[in-house]
C-alpha cells in the first residue's frame, strides 16, 4: 500500500499548466474538499472536525490538515484564554473555495445517485442552503432564520435572494429550527410536511410557522440527468 507520510520534497501529479490540474494538487487528495467545507463556518478544533467526517482516521486527518495548511488555506490558532485550545480556521483565500464547493454540489445532485436523505453534517446542512436557495423564489422577502443543530447553532439572515450564514446564537430570528441535519434535509428538499416531522418528534419550529413553511418553499432540488438511450 502506498504510504500516504507528507515529506518536505515538493511533488506534483501532473506536468500541466492548466489552473483545474494545480487545484487538484491543493485539494484533490480524498477528505481535502470535505475539511475545508467543515471549516466554512468558522474554526473548529480536531475532534470536531474528525467527528463530522465519518470514515476519516486521526492520521489522515492531520495529515490532510497539514497538506492544506502548508498550501495556505488553512492555518492554527490557539483560542484565547479560558479555552486555550488550538482550533483550524480558512484563510481568506481558503474561504474563497465556497463558490467551487457550491457549483459541485449543484451540479452533482442533478446525478439519479444523489440521496438527499443520507447523513450530513450540520455544517454540509448549511452550505446546502446556502447553495440550492433560489433567488428567483426568495424575491425580496428578508428574514431571520436559526438553526439548532444537536449542539451546533447557526444563524441565518435572507435578503436579496441571498441567505447568509454564521456560527451564531440563533435567539430572536423570526424562525428557529430545532432538528438534525438529515431531518432538516428530508424536510427542504424531499419535502416532507411539516405536521409530520413535528408530529414524531424529529423537527420542532420556534416561533413564526407560516414563514418557516415558506422558506422551505424557497429550495428544490434541480432536475435529474436522463440516462443514455440504449
Known sequence: MKSEKITKESRRWYDDACGTALALEFVGERWSLL?????????????????????????VLTQRLASLEAGGMLVRQLLPSPASVQVYALTDWGHEIEPVLQTMGRWATRSPLHDPTLPFSPASAMLSLRTMIDPVRAGDLRMTIGFRLGGDRFLGRLADGDLAITRADPDGADVVVETDPTPLAVWIYVKRPLAEAEADGSLRIVGDRALAVRFADLFALPAKIMPPAA
Not at 471549516?39 to 472536525?49: A, C, S, T, V
Open 35 to 59: 475539511i475545508l467545507r467543515e471549516l466554512m463556518f468558522g474554526p473548529r478544533r480536531f475532534g470536531e472536525i474528525k467527528a463530522q467526517l465519518a470514515g476519516i482516521s486521526a492520521n
